[in-house]
């Protein structure tokens, strides 16, 4: 198996030279590049495709949530996950960057053995890292934020209803099988077709939209 390939990017140097040398260290991880603003993110990110991005928030020239927004819109990036550095857990531009793709968040002073194991978790396609602090997130925020654009449920059957309600409460396929009576396999079949049909990005986009369609309210556990 090819190494998982991060791409660093902070402003603070410090910061990001911590970040690179604990993931260097790692047995399947390798730091392709190291970014101190958003616009060399950016243009590191169309150069080099690594598989995830690790991107501070707040930075010069570009912020990270410009650049996220740029890496999800662009097709030829579609297999980059960006994971938002930040220092507070409830912060609006956190929850700007999830609705514009982000694949989750992590806040700075993670544990060192836990963001290895949320870049291991993100390459491997799972999306919603902390879900307490993800459902905290969303749902202070949901309903505070600028509009976002009209998100329907319609084509979602009863049974797809139920399954992105249990992945917005931050469900593995594993527990979701066992709340729903069905085989992993089968929950997870039923969270693709939700992210095809929801034209989603990954299950942190599915809490979202979860939130923002009224499928889940604000405040419910």
Known sequence: MNDIRVLVADDQALVRAGFVALLDAQDGIT?????DSGEQALSMTRELHPDVVLM?????????????????????LAGVKVVVLTTFELDEYVFEAMRAGATGFLV???????????????????ALLSPSVTRRL?????????????????ELTDRERQVMTLVAEGLTNAEI???????????????????????????????????ESGLVRPGWQ
Do not use: W
């Open 31 to 35: 730091v392709v590049g190291e970014a």
């Open 56 to 76: 501070d928030i707040r930075m010069p020239v570009l912020d990270g949530l410009s650049a996220t927004r740029a890496i999800v819109a662009d097709s030829q």
């Open 108 to 126: 700075k002073h993670t544990e060192p053995a836990d963001l290895v194991k949320a870049v291991r978790v993100v390459a491997d396609g799972d």
């Open 138 to 154: 969303v749902a202070e925020f949901a309903t505070h934020a600028k509009p976002a654009p009209a998100t329907t449920l319609d």
């Open 177 to 211: 099988g066992q709340r729903l009576f069905m085989s992993p396999a089968t929950a997870r079949t039923h969270v693709s077709r939700i992210l095809v049909k929801l034209n989603a990005r990954d299950r942190t986009q599915l809490v979202v939209l979860a939130y």
